[in-house]
Structure formats: C-alpha cells, structure tokens
C-alpha cells in the first residue's frame, strides 16, 4: 500500500502546482477531483504518482445544489447529466492508467420508494460498470454519510444487485467510524475482494466532519492492520477538504502522522 492526498485538500491551488507539491512531500499517489476550477487534460504530468479519479466536487454539475444531480434523481435527465460526467471520469481514468474511478449514490430529492431508488441506482451503477469495462478500468463505489448509500450493509445489498465485476469499493475509514461500523478492520478484510481505494482521515462517531489526524476517534493501528490482512496494495488517500487554507502544511502534518503505521 501507499499513501496519496486527495486534490479537493487543495482547492485554492493550480492543479499543477499540487501535484508537484504533493510528490516533493513524499506522496506516491494523487486523487484527483475534477472540479470547476480547473480542466485535467490527458496528458497531465502527474509527476510519477499514480491515481484515483473522485467525483465528489460540490457544485460542478449543478451551481445552485450541493451534490445534485445524481443517479438517484427523480428525472431520467438529471440521472444521464450524472451519467455523462462519470463517464468522461472513466475516459479520464483510462487515458491516465488510473486505479479507479470512485463515486457515491447521492442523496434523494424525491419521495421514491427506497426499493425504487434501489433498483434505479444499481440500473445505472451496471451501465456505468459495462461502460468501464471496455475501457479497462475500475469502479469504487463509496458508502456516504447522508446519502441514499451511506453503510455498508447497503453497499452489500447494491453490490449484490449490480453482480459486475468492475465494480469495486472505496471504504472511507472515517466514515466507518462516523456511522459505528466497527472495527474498521472488519470490512477491510470483509471486503477486500471488490477493494479498489481507501479514504482516510480522522472523525468522531456519529460526526462526519473529516478531522486533522489526532483529533477524533479513528483507531489506525485497527485500520491498518486491517489493511495488511487484506493484503491491500492500493492508495490509502488523505481526505481533508477543509483544510485547503493551509493545504501545504496539512499535507506535511498528515504523512508524518501516517508514515509510522505503514512501517509497522
């Protein structure tokens, strides 16, 4: 395994700017969150790192609405804008060789039934999966605090109806902790057939406010044992959206933090 940071950590910086930053600090792995701000180009100089395409920009695909539209949107037209952007981030991660593109459910706006959101989101999570397949490329889909998918006992149940084998998991540690999914070593283990990207930050149960390392209840020694028993050879990627203001120095911080579990 290695460890890599996540580009939503860097919002107020050039996108080239962080990832020369970020491989001079001692990163081997970038994910990179098309965003608004900034186009990523297939020819991007990533400096040597490897990397995971998010998805989780806020108002890229709607400026007024947080997350929206989705693949759980009510109408077919909100669910195909959705659609169309995982499938340039598909386009996007096999130009880049990237290890996977990760993506969430998103939060209904409607009152559909759940079986109905249910078997809406694994209809498109399928397409998106055929799509990624010729392309050669892997699917992490990420159980979400708040949202349709937001445990992983749902994530079982959407994996089961999807049955893909392109389709994979990204486990967010802190949100494990946030929703009392313990030990967090459990589902690395559990899970790691359909394993593709692991998000890491620090939280406190029942919060999901992603936390500087040091500040909530995440026990890293568990997460990374877990990450060990699961033979896990992935990114382990830095999550820290909040702390672009001081985006350098946070990132210095966090891999000093991580560094001594990874030689453990």
């Given at each position: ?10 919002a ?10 970020l ?21 991007l100089?990533?400096?040597s790192?490897?990397?995971v ?5 806020r ?46 459910s ?13 078997i809406?989101l ?8 055929d799509r990624?397949?010729t392309?050669?490329?892997s ?5 979400e ?8 006992e749902?994530?079982?149940?959407l ?33 790691k ?12 149960r ?19 044992a ?20 001081d ?13 001594p579990?990874?030689?453990?």
């Amino acid at each position: 395994m290695f460890l890599g940071y996540n580009t939503n950590g860097f919002a107020h910086h050039r996108l080239e700017d962080a990832l020369a930053i970020l491989a001079e600090t001692g990163y081997r792995g970038v994910a990179l969150t098309p965003d608004v701000n900034h186009q990523v180009a297939a020819d991007l100089n990533l400096n040597s790192l490897r990397s995971v395409i998010e998805t989780g920009s806020r108002f890229l695909l709607d400026p007024r609405r947080k997350h929206q539209p989705t693949l759980v949107s009510p109408s077919e037209s909100e669910r195909g804008l959705r659609f169309a952007f995982l499938d340039e981030c598909i386009e996007l991660a096999a130009a880049l060789k990237s290890d996977a593109v990760s993506f969430w459910s998103g939060s209904p706006i409607c009152d559909a039934t759940r079986s109905t959101l249910m078997i809406r989101l694994a209809e498109q999570c399928r397409r998106l999966a055929d799509r990624a397949s010729t392309r050669g490329v892997s699917l992490a889909f990420e159980p979400e605090p708040g949202m349709f998918i937001d445990t992983m006992e749902k994530y079982a149940e959407l994996h089961a109806l999807v049955d893909h084998p392109a389709f994979g998991l990204t486990l967010d540690v802190g949100h494990l902790v946030c929703q009392g999914e313990l030990p967090v070593s459990h589902h690395l283990v559990e899970w790691k057939h359909v394993l593709r990207n692991v998000h890491i930050e620090d939280m406190r149960r029942g919060v999901h406010d992603h936390l500087a390392f040091g500040e909530g209840d995440v026990d890293f020694a568990d997460v990374f044992a877990g990450l060990r028993a699961a033979n896990y050879t992935g990114g382990v990627y830095v999550e820290l959206s909040r702390h672009s203001h001081d985006a350098v120095n946070t990132a210095r911080r966090a891999k000093a933090f991580l560094e001594p579990f990874l030689s453990e």
